[in-house]
């Protein structure tokens, strides 16, 4: 029992049950507003859109245009099924049904379509989920057509959105740190050479499809018992690539960039909801910014790790202290008025940096 | 004892021959050198052999035992998992993943946990990846590589990345080992070292070695045997020694050199 005790473990789980229970008291006590309340729930489910496309995209590298459509599969399937049966045992039977179904449909997109590289996988996949979305809008005497269902009850709240999302967060980063995972990965860093060393790619990118499938069907099913609404055209090409932005923007392949960026952009377009165009404008800036200076996206492939926080408090820490020596030498250059050999050097040690 | 035979080998890239009627035999435990002229089809010859490509026509058949299994024209993922590992002309890392991790993906072969299990890291499987570490650092050992797994790999200098990935292709535990110009680049230093691992890991793991090289030194010191190949061609095969006075093989090298004057 003392060997297979996991102390880093335990204290995980008991750092994210203090989490819930900080959150749910904050909940019960009204601190935190429906408002917020509303926010955190685009968050978490933002949150396993967003990792769930990193694995396609981030660490399989496969470019996907289509996640929107799997997480309609969930969302629908979740829907019928709370119509029919309006208790919660129906809605996790409808979350687990719309993920399998989601995965399913990950399944079949992936067989015939990961042939395709690059661009032409990506238009792929954006047909296909134009296609998953016409469906539902011509199924009308089920789907109710582009109307759209309404849900009468919400089942989905702080606890079922922040089990889902933590659930996501750890089986995915439990995959790709395996040697499953690995191989998934060895295919984004070099096709033949994963063939070659006996990694069976097209399998492995099905599997990457059907996870990430999954979980943006899991995604999906939350979103409508949230929503208490939906309709095909929320599932549309820009919601897929709303997803997309948030997995380049928090860094291709790590899942702790995904869910930084997917809280920021959301709480972004939260607070600028009333300023429609400003929201646009700061989230293109954004966009550009990041490209600009960190192509790889806020934290590239790395993931936010203690020693990470370490380091960047080592060189925040020197960066302070070498404060007044720089002032002492910015200013005296300016009064010797030789200040620009200096700079010169200077703006060299950044661009090397 | 055979191990690969490659019968009536050819590959036709439209209208030029890369390789062509080609058919050689290596026993179990041999190692044996693949030589002749740029373009004369040795990196094709590695590319059909391991299922880069699927032959216009002919065999190759690899033996287990007594048993041949014919495997041309298989994904290169099946051919690597019977046993057949290979490196690249042009090194092929995962240049951005650690050496180590390299060495891992390598070793997915032989990994034992199931594709659930993974999701949630139960101790058989914790085990197990400890395993995959252990191994994959014994075999960075036999490079010098252990102190250095946590680097990325395209931050080792050349020679080294030349050695990941020879241990890469170990990682796979191959019976068969296919060797595209391990040595192009070094100095002679190198190169000395390279012949040595090349000694060793051949003992250690009971391999089978088919090497292509241009260093002639060399391809004449270490290998037992030689097929030199010319325009597609097999122009001889034999010991060094006959090699290096086959008339055909001279005429192909000095031919070449006028070329080159
Ligand atoms: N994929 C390919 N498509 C077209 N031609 C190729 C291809 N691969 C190799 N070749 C041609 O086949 C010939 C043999 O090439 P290669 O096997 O690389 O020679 P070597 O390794 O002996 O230098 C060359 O003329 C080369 O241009
Ligand atoms: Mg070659």
């Known amino acids: 029992m003392s060997k297979g005790f996991n102390k880093k473990a335990f204290i995980k789980t008991l750092a994210l049950l203090l989490a819930f229970s900080v959150v749910q008291l904050l909940i019960r006590f009204n601190i935190i507003s429906y408002y917020y309340q509303d926010i955190l729930a685009r968050v978490c489910i933002n949150i396993i859109l967003a990792v769930s496309l990193n694995l396609i995209t981030g660490f399989t590298g496969q470019f996907s245009l289509g996640h929107a459509g799997f997480m309609s599969i969930g969302a629908y399937t979740c829907a019928l099924i709370i119509e029919r049966v309006p208790t919660v045992y129906g809605f996790i039977a409808g979350v687990i049904l719309g993920a399998l179904l989601a995965a399913f449909a990950g399944f079949l997109v992936g067989l015939p379509t990961l042939r395709l590289k690059g661009d032409y996988l990506a238009i792929a996949t954006l047909g296909l989920s134009e296609i998953i979305r016409i469906l539902f809008i011509n199924l009308d005497s089920i789907t109710n057509g582009a109307a759209g269902l309404y849900l009468q009850r919400r089942f989905v709240n702080w606890f079922w959105l922040y089990l889902f999302t933590v659930s996501t967060v750890v089986l995915i980063s439990n995959f790709v740190r395996s040697s499953h995972g690995r191989a998934c990965i060895s295919i984004r860093e070099d096709e033949i050479a994963a063939e070659a060393v006996g990694i069976n790619t097209t399998k492995y990118k099905v599997i990457a499809f059907m996870i990430g499938s999954f979980f943006a069907g899991v995604a999906g099913a939350v979103y409508a018992s949230y929503n208490y609404f939906i309709e095909p055209n929320l599932f549309n090409f820009s919601k897929s690539i709303d997803i997309l932005v948030v997995v380049v923007l928090g860094g291709l392949g790590s899942i702790s960039g995904s869910i930084m960026a997917a809280t920021v952009l959301e709480l972004i377009s939260s607070f600028l909801q009333s300023v429609a165009a400003i929201r646009m404008v700061l989230y293109a800036v954004l966009l550009i910014l990041i490209m600009l200076f960190r192509p790889g996206g806020l934290m590239g492939s790395r993931e936010l790790s203690v020693a990470m926080l370490t380091e960047l408090r080592k060189k925040a820490i020197a960066w302070l202290k070498a404060m007044p020596a720089r002032a002492v030498h910015a200013v005296r250059s300016i009064a010797k008025g030789s200040g620009k050999p200096g700079d010169k050097s200077a703006g060299k040690g950044r661009v090397d940096g | ?261």
Not at chain 2, 77 to 84: D, F, M, T, Y
Not at chain 2, 234 to 258: C, F, H, Q, W
């Open chain 2, 1 to 261: 004892m055979k191990l690969l035979e490659v019968k009536k080998l050819t590959k036709s890239f439209g209208g030029l021959m890369a390789v062509s009627n080609v058919s050689m035999v290596i026993d179990k435990g041999e190692l044996v050198g693949l030589i002749g002229p740029n373009g004369a089809g040795k990196t094709t010859v590695f590319n059909l052999i391991t299922g880069m490509y699927s032959p216009s026509s002919g065999t190759i058949t690899l033996f287990d035992g007594e048993q041949g299994k014919p495997i041309q024209g298989q994904k290169p993922n099946k051919i690597c998992n019977a046993g057949v590992a290979r490196t690249f002309q042009n090194i092929r890392l995962f240049r951005d993943l650690t050496v180590l991790d390299n060495v891992r993906i390598a070793m997915h072969r032989s990994v034992k946990y199931r594709l659930l299990s993974c999701f949630v890291h139960s101790p058989g499987y914790r085990s197990e990846e400890q395993r995959i570490i252990d191994e994959s650092i014994e075999l960075l050992k036999i490079f010098n590589l252990d102190g250095k797994k946590d680097e990325l790999a395209r931050n080792l200098p050349y020679g080294e990345q030349r050695h990941l990935e020879i241990a890469r292709a170990l990682a796979s535990r191959p019976k068969l080992l296919l060797l595209d110009e391990p040595a192009a680049g070094m100095n002679p230093a190198e190169t000395a070292q390279l012949s040595e691992i090349i000694r060793k890991v051949r003992k250690l793991f009971n391999l089978t070695i088919l090497l292509i090289e241009h260093d002639m030194s060399l391809v004449m010191k270490i290998c037992e045997r030689i097929y030199v190949l010319d325009f597609g061609s097999v122009i001889a095969n034999g010991s060094p020694d006959e090699i290096k006075s086959n008339e055909r093989v001279i005429t192909a090298y000095l031919g070449e050199d006028a070329i080159d004057a």
